[in-house]
């Protein structure tokens, strides 16, 4: 359905990009020249003409491999930033290695100029080609195709709203088609519905339809076959929309076997690419985190010591991600023996797994604990289990194995990536956010939307919250 505008859409933006990427470095020289930083040059810069063919294709290779023209990403293709700054950054410091081996002369405030503004470039670019799309360009990349919903329902709903979003790509909604309308967040009336299901073989004829779009419930799919009939005269094509979204865990995967179609609805959310560079990330930060961090932790771990009787450092067996239990480690803040009241303390609740209800007062922490979870102190072993790659630093908390047992299958989805030393649930309210259901949509948001600058945002977010203390007790 995307196809045409996703492949044309892809190659004006890697010409383009090229273009910009040579403009870059020229204008990066005229400015290493012409502004008085910097060591003062005695000569002209040397600078051969073809690397105004060289770094462009080299940045075509990068980008290219991070995936920034992946077709199947077209309608993230002007909103995905931190691609284009990753993209970008990698092939910066691929050249760089390369400059320093070769070319030990290039100018290193050139270098910074260049990747200044080739990244504002490539991202101002994207932000202007939305807005020429939006006032009409997209017929240029494609031409319109009239597309008409099956199902009325929330599902149903929720694409039409989606295509009304992406009307720049040539698809334009024409109504909908159900026999019973309104069992979702709209009223039928609100909605343009054109007929019910015997009436679609007319319909398509009368309003020109280029693409039926089926998003009937999953008792309803029998239809499907006789839509087919129906329609198979018929110069339409017909896709399906798959009522599994209360099987997929995070991302259905499609691929293709012998010939034959298949939907990976458990898998993890996390691979390839994206996979190494999460782990890379987790070694060099949680590496340089632990140095930095170990005095903190040795002065900590003498304080409870001090404090009361009992080991220093506490194994507590979690889940981790796809289900695997693995130790946990973190200094104690209770007395010794606490933990054996945990089942007691935990609150059962109707539309999730029992929560323990944290409470400032709480008689069992020491008083060096106290201190320790109000700045998350007692936290800090866990940069172990992340060299270990039991953890990531960024994640959904790893939780006790008899909480899990009682899981729902919606509540097993945060399982589906590395589980983490702080998320996006920690530092939107951390124990202060009580109900259940809400830090399952924040941990599935996480997973959803995961990127490494999504990583690094909720890095940065967890030191206001540490500092803050809301909720650490």
Same mark, same amino acid.
């Given at each position: ?11 004006? !933006? ?78 910066? !410091? ?9 070319? +030990? ?20 670019? #994207? ?77 398509? *004829? ?18 499907? #076959? ?20 209360? !099987? ?9 076997? *012998? ?39 040795? *002065? ?60 400032? %007062? ?10 320790? +979870? ?22 959904? #908390? ?14 097993? +989805? ?27 949509? %924040?941990? !599935? ?29």
């Amino acid at each position: 359905m995307l196809k045409r505008v996703s492949i044309r859409l892809s190659l004006t !933006l890697l010409a383009s990009d090229m273009v910009l990427t040579a403009l870059a470095l020229h204008l990066a020289r005229l400015l290493r020249l012409t502004l008085p930083l910097g060591v003062r040059l005695d000569g002209p810069l040397a600078f051969s003409s073809w690397f105004y063919v060289l770094v462009p294709a080299l940045w075509a290779l990068i980008l290219l491999s991070q995936r920034v023209y992946d077709t199947r990403r077209a309608l993230r293709y002007l909103d995905n930033a931190e691609s284009v700054w990753s993209g970008v950054t990698w092939a910066a !410091l691929v050249f760089a290695g390369i400059a320093y081996l070769f070319f +030990r002369e290039f100018s290193r405030l050139l270098f910074f100029y260049f990747y200044v503004l080739n990244l504002t470039f490539l991202l101002v670019w #994207r932000v202007l080609l939305k807005q020429l799309l939006r006032l009409g360009l997209w017929r240029w990349l494609c031409d319109p195709r009239r597309v008409l919903i099956v199902g009325a329902g929330t599902q149903g709903q929720e694409l039409g709203r989606a295509l009304q979003t992406y009307r720049w790509t040539g698809l334009e909604l024409t109504g909908y088609v159900d026999d019973a309308p309104g069992s979702g967040s709209k009223s039928a009336a609100a909605l343009p519905l054109l007929g019910g299901l015997e009436a679609i073989e007319s319909i398509v *004829a009368q309003h020109g339809v280029d693409e039926v779009l089926v998003a009937l419930p999953s008792d309803g799919h029998k239809l499907v #076959r006789e839509l087919m009939v129906a329609l198979q005269h018929l110069p339409v094509n017909v896709r399906i929309v798959p009522d599994v979204i209360d !099987l997929v865990f995070t991302r259905a995967a499609v691929e293709e076997f *012998a010939g034959l179609p298949i939907i990976g609805l458990h898998e993890p959310a996390i691979e390839g690419t994206d996979r190494v560079i999460k782990r890379l990330f987790d070694l060099i930060v949680g590496s340089v985190a632990l140095i930095c961090f170990s005095p903190l932790i040795m *002065a900590a771990a003498l304080a409870v010591r001090l404090d009361s009787p009992g080991p220093v450092l506490l194994r507590q067996k979690r889940i981790g991600e796809g289900g695997r239990p693995f130790y946990m480690l973190k200094l104690r803040t209770m007395y010794e023996g606490a933990e054996a009241e945990e089942q007691k303390l935990a609150q059962e609740h109707e539309s999730g797994p029992p929560t323990f209800a944290k409470r400032p %007062d709480d008689p069992r922490i020491t008083r060096a604990g106290r201190i320790l +979870r109000r700045f998350s102190i007692d936290e800090l072993p866990q940069l172990i289990n992340v060299l270990w790659g039991e953890m990531s630093l960024v994640g959904p #908390r790893p939780e006790l194995p008899w909480l899990v047992e009682k899981y729902g299958p919606q509540h097993r +989805r945060r399982f589906a990536v590395p589980q983490g030393m702080t998320g996006w649930w920690q530092v939107n309210g951390r124990s202060n956010r009580a109900d259940y259901d809400l830090r399952l949509e %924040d941990d !599935l948001y996480y997973i959803r939307n995961w990127s490494i600058w999504l990583d690094l945002r909720i890095l940065w977010m967890t030191i206001g919250a540490v500092l803050r203390g809301e909720g650490a007790y």
